[in-house]
């Protein structure tokens, strides 16, 4: 123990050292995760600060890792904040720290409350517009990107069963000066129908994408495309409408298309459009919308397949 601090104190007196006898005009060489401070502290040697014109102070084999590397390797979020870079919004908001539960019950008693259905003429401009869906719309950045190409075309709807991300993309909207989109605290499943039924513009398009999968046979109850959702969406639509799913878990992917391609009102938009292209297995080549959701370019970046089906209501 004792030899272990010794060791730790003469590292840290070198580190000072070497960074206090560094010319000013030296080019230093930072981890792009690591911001080191103006006094050095105490780091693992994997993690030390190089300096190119002082003393070695790193371990040899990272920093010739680092020299290897020419440049900087994007992670997701950072694809992220770049495909949605157009909206320009304010990530530095002021709500305090913020911890969002990623999976949720939505049949606990706490989402089992309808919610209620807002004044129209106070959430969009023109209500009378066509209205799309997005059943679990998340942190809602792909709505906004839809709405604010669109303006006086169609109104967007989100749903959402995590409060706090509706807080977020509220204070997002109104930061973009929107007037076509509205984002709502809502249980789909419970709550999807009386909304759209009260909407006084025909529901032109839904989209559920990337669910929650609930992975565990007996949680597959919990998933929100359940047979009373699908016919409220399926009665709802207006005729040419549309209804977009995707998912990156195949399993997932087939439970939805499962349950709509039972609705003899839909038929999937490859046999209406020859150019909207399948696989062999009848999936989407490529995203119809123009945009792709943030789970959709996390799990692009990790290699992963996006399984995409776009139904259209017959006449």
């Given amino acids: 123990m004792a030899c272990c601090r010794f060791l730790r104190l003469q590292f840290y007196h070198n580190s000072c050292r070497a960074f206090r006898s560094r010319p000013s005009s030296s080019s230093s060489v930072a981890l792009p995760f690591l911001a080191v401070p103006s006094c050095p502290r105490y780091y693992p040697l994997s993690f030390c600060h190089v300096s190119s014109s002082s003393q070695v102070v790193a371990a040899e084999p990272y920093e010739q890792e680092q020299q290897q590397e020419s440049h900087h390797v994007p992670r997701s979020p950072d694809l992220v904040a770049l495909e949605y870079s157009d909206l320009n919004l304010s990530y530095n908001l002021d709500l305090g720290h913020?911890?969002?539960?990623?999976h949720v019950n939505p049949l606990s008693s706490s989402f089992s409350v309808p919610a209620q259905v807002p004044d129209w003429n106070q959430v969009f401009a023109d209500p009378t517009l066509p209205l799309m869906v997005d059943i679990g719309c998340g942190s809602g950045r792909f709505l906004m990107w839809l709405a604010k190409?669109?303006?006086?075309?169609?109104?967007y709807l989100g749903l959402e069963i995590r409060r706090k991300l509706v807080k977020h993309a509220a204070i997002?909207?109104?930061?973009?000066?929107?007037?076509?989109i509205h984002f709502l605290f809502a249980n789909a499943t419970i709550s999807f129908k009386q909304l759209v039924e009260a909407y006084p513009g025909p529901l032109q398009l839904v989209s559920v994408l990337c669910p929650d999968p609930h992975f565990k046979k007996r949680h597959h109850k919990r998933r929100v495309l359940q047979k009373p959702l699908v016919g409220a969406i399926v009665d709802n639509l207006m005729p040419g409408g549309q209804v977009f799913v995707q998912s990156d878990v195949l399993e997932m992917a087939l439970d939805?298309?499962?349950?709509?391609?039972?609705?003899?009102l839909l038929k999937h938009i490859d046999t209406l459009n020859a150019d909207m292209s399948c696989d062999s297995e009848g999936w989407l080549l490529s995203?119809?919308?123009?945009?792709?959701?943030e789970r959709e370019i996390h799990a692009e970046y990790e290699g992963a397949k996006i399984y995409r089906r776009l139904y259209q209501k017959q006449e």
Avoid: H, S, Y
């Fill in 287 to 293: 995203n119809p919308m123009g945009i792709r959701t």
């Fill in 256 to 264: 939805m298309r499962d349950q709509f391609d039972e609705v003899d």
């Fill in 98 to 102: 913020v911890r969002i539960r990623q």
């Fill in 149 to 155: 190409r669109n303006p006086k075309v169609r109104n």
């Fill in 172 to 180: 997002w909207v109104k930061d973009l000066g929107l007037d076509n």
